[in-house]
């Protein structure tokens, strides 16, 4: 894999070629290469490129042209490269498909693991590096380019969070680490932080490794790390168990779905109405059956924009984030797990996202509250998919959609496999141990990207107890008496 980064300040780079990411560049495992913006000027003389911003205002921003024609520059080498793996050139849909442009910034989506991961995936990833103010709009929109933050808090330039950016994914890349660095099971992998970790020797100042770590079972070590992971992860970071929330959807100006955020615990906000995470085999989907109701049609014509609050039979798709093009294609950010099911002729209910409940009441959640739309197209672009509906026809017109929460009816949920539930159905069961022993009721299940997390109300202390959803927790679901039959590792319920 290779990355191309575009700066002012090309010298800053050489640290890179230390340690795990100067070593894969020795071994050809990945390449990084720098291009100087300045270069492309149309300044001859003085290579100029800032300029001050238009409306007034403290500060320079870097100015369109050479930064543009750098990316060009950069482009058309790519396109000039042998693929990696196949024979012959590269053809234009290859390139898109294998090329990431990204501009670091501040104002861009928070950057995650998960986002390494797709990132990883790549074979070319073009960093753009701002400085002074940052860079001339109408570049960044010719280009496309994906605007990633490492944080929130504002650096003087784009080099450091695209050295970030470049560490956390080529560790990712096949072969960069050896065995001893290897990045199977580490924080955020499966969307919890790591479980704690001891090494030699076993008593240090009189503290002694957990007994269960010297047992040699191994499958009770892992579902005693599972544990300690999620134990830690709601201590630590509880945001990490609010699966649903979309931040980048906040951060494109559009506020987080209603649904997501009308849950009443305080830890984390698993909206029932999302959809699911598959992760057999204890896999729950947030859809319910597909239930054929005659007059479907109709409908969905007199449907009112109340109706969508009842999460069992309307399910959170996503949010318009914004606009792309002049033709009326809405950026959407997708909570459903399978962006890819925004497909031709899917219709969505558009809610706006700012009516609060108790207007929609007021107006029986009026005609303006609710649109209902056809997809006619959509594709995945990054973290959003760009959907276009038949009643979307301009940009104004989707600009109007902006920050609405789309919804789908659960006829149009997508089917379950054997083995999946519905968290709608789930929420209030028995959970009971070997010896069926009432032990609390299932409250809550919070998706995380392995498995998901069972939020058990205990009977007894009435505290929140999370068990991973994994073979070892979870021994049966028996729908029909509505009891989950439950192993709690020992001392678990110490840890709460
Ligand atoms: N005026 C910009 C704003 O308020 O959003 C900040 C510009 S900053 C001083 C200069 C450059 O540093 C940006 O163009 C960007 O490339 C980079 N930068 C600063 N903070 C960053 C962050 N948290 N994540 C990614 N890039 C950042």
Redesign the pocket.
Same mark, same amino acid.
């Given at each position: 894999m290779r990355f191309h980064v575009m700066t002012l300040f090309p010298e800053m780079f050489d640290v890179m070629h230390t340690s795990v990411i100067g070593r894969a560049m020795e071994r050809g495992l990945i390449a990084l290469r720098t291009y100087q913006i300045r270069d492309f000027s149309d300044d001859a003389k003085h290579h100029k490129v800032d300029d001050y911003t238009y409306g007034g205002g403290a500060?320079m921003l870097m100015r369109a042209q050479p930064v543009y024609d750098c990316y060009r520059h950069v482009v058309e080498g790519i396109q000039g490269c042998e693929p990696p793996a196949s024979a012959g050139g590269r053809s234009a849909n290859d390139i898109s498909a294998k090329l990431r442009t990204v #501009?670091?910034? /501040?104002? $861009?989506i928070p950057f995650t693991q998960e986002m390494a991961r797709g990132l990883a995936r790549a074979e070319d990833v073009v960093l753009l590096? $701002?400085? #002074?103010?940052? *860079?001339d709009e109408r570049v960044l929109e010719e280009i496309e380019a994906e605007r990633?933050?490492?944080?929130? #808090? *504002?650096?003087?330039? $784009?080099e450091l /969070?695209a050295m970030v950016l470049i560490d956390a994914v080529a560790r990712l890349v096949p072969g960069v680490l050896s065995n001893e660095e290897s990045a199977q099971t580490e924080s955020f992998d499966d969307g919890l932080l790591e479980y704690p970790q001891y090494t030699r020797p076993e008593v240090w100042r009189d503290r002694r490794v957990p007994e269960i770590l010297l047992s040699g079972d191994h499958a009770k070590v892992d579902a005693w790390r599972k544990e300690q992971a999620v134990a830690r992860t709601r201590e630590m970071r509880p945001d990490l168990l609010a699966g649903c929330v979309p931040p980048m959807a906040n951060a494109e100006g559009c506020e987080p779905p209603a649904s997501a955020l009308d849950v009443s615990s305080s830890l984390y906000c698993a909206g029932h109405s999302a959809e699911p995470v598959v992760s057999a085999p204890w896999h729950t989907s947030r859809e319910e059956e597909i239930m054929q109701s005659p007059g479907a049609a109709d409908k969905r014509e007199r449907l009112s924009a109340t109706e969508l609050d009842d999460t069992s039979r309307y399910f959170h798709v996503g949010a318009v984030a914004g606009t792309h093009a002049l033709k009326g294609e809405m950026r959407v950010f997708p909570t459903t797990d399978d962006p890819e099911r925004f497909t031709e002729g899917l219709v969505l209910y558009a809610r706006k996202a700012n009516a609060k409940a108790s207007d929609r009441k007021k107006d029986g959640g009026g005609a303006d509250a609710l649109r209902t739309l056809t997809v006619e197209s959509a594709r995945v672009h990054g973290k959003f998919v760009l959907v276009k509906c038949k009643e979307v026809n301009s940009v104004e017109d989707a600009e109007a959609l902006k920050g609405t929460e789309l919804y789908v009816s659960r006829e149009d949920a997508i089917p379950l496999e054997e083995g999946e539930y519905f968290v709608v159905d789930l929420i209030g069961l028995s959970m009971r141990d070997e010896e069926g022993k009432e032990l609390g009721t299932l409250k809550d299940v919070i998706s995380a990207p392995a498995n998901d997390v069972y939020v058990m109300e205990h009977k007894e202390t009435g505290k929140e107890i999370l068990l991973p959803a994994i073979k070892q927790c979870i021994l049966n679901v028996d729908m029909e008496q509505r009891v989950m039959t439950v192993h709690l590792l020992d001392g678990l319920l110490d840890v709460y």
């Amino acid at each position: 894999m290779r990355f191309h980064v575009m700066t002012l300040f090309p010298e800053m780079f050489d640290v890179m070629h230390t340690s795990v990411i100067g070593r894969a560049m020795e071994r050809g495992l990945i390449a990084l290469r720098t291009y100087q913006i300045r270069d492309f000027s149309d300044d001859a003389k003085h290579h100029k490129v800032d300029d001050y911003t238009y409306g007034g205002g403290a500060g320079m921003l870097m100015r369109a042209q050479p930064v543009y024609d750098c990316y060009r520059h950069v482009v058309e080498g790519i396109q000039g490269c042998e693929p990696p793996a196949s024979a012959g050139g590269r053809s234009a849909n290859d390139i898109s498909a294998k090329l990431r442009t990204v #501009y670091l910034t /501040p104002q $861009g989506i928070p950057f995650t693991q998960e986002m390494a991961r797709g990132l990883a995936r790549a074979e070319d990833v073009v960093l753009l590096c $701002g400085h #002074y103010e940052g *860079v001339d709009e109408r570049v960044l929109e010719e280009i496309e380019a994906e605007r990633i933050s490492i944080g929130d #808090y *504002v650096l003087s330039g $784009g080099e450091l /969070p695209a050295m970030v950016l470049i560490d956390a994914v080529a560790r990712l890349v096949p072969g960069v680490l050896s065995n001893e660095e290897s990045a199977q099971t580490e924080s955020f992998d499966d969307g919890l932080l790591e479980y704690p970790q001891y090494t030699r020797p076993e008593v240090w100042r009189d503290r002694r490794v957990p007994e269960i770590l010297l047992s040699g079972d191994h499958a009770k070590v892992d579902a005693w790390r599972k544990e300690q992971a999620v134990a830690r992860t709601r201590e630590m970071r509880p945001d990490l168990l609010a699966g649903c929330v979309p931040p980048m959807a906040n951060a494109e100006g559009c506020e987080p779905p209603a649904s997501a955020l009308d849950v009443s615990s305080s830890l984390y906000c698993a909206g029932h109405s999302a959809e699911p995470v598959v992760s057999a085999p204890w896999h729950t989907s947030r859809e319910e059956e597909i239930m054929q109701s005659p007059g479907a049609a109709d409908k969905r014509e007199r449907l009112s924009a109340t109706e969508l609050d009842d999460t069992s039979r309307y399910f959170h798709v996503g949010a318009v984030a914004g606009t792309h093009a002049l033709k009326g294609e809405m950026r959407v950010f997708p909570t459903t797990d399978d962006p890819e099911r925004f497909t031709e002729g899917l219709v969505l209910y558009a809610r706006k996202a700012n009516a609060k409940a108790s207007d929609r009441k007021k107006d029986g959640g009026g005609a303006d509250a609710l649109r209902t739309l056809t997809v006619e197209s959509a594709r995945v672009h990054g973290k959003f998919v760009l959907v276009k509906c038949k009643e979307v026809n301009s940009v104004e017109d989707a600009e109007a959609l902006k920050g609405t929460e789309l919804y789908v009816s659960r006829e149009d949920a997508i089917p379950l496999e054997e083995g999946e539930y519905f968290v709608v159905d789930l929420i209030g069961l028995s959970m009971r141990d070997e010896e069926g022993k009432e032990l609390g009721t299932l409250k809550d299940v919070i998706s995380a990207p392995a498995n998901d997390v069972y939020v058990m109300e205990h009977k007894e202390t009435g505290k929140e107890i999370l068990l991973p959803a994994i073979k070892q927790c979870i021994l049966n679901v028996d729908m029909e008496q509505r009891v989950m039959t439950v192993h709690l590792l020992d001392g678990l319920l110490d840890v709460y």
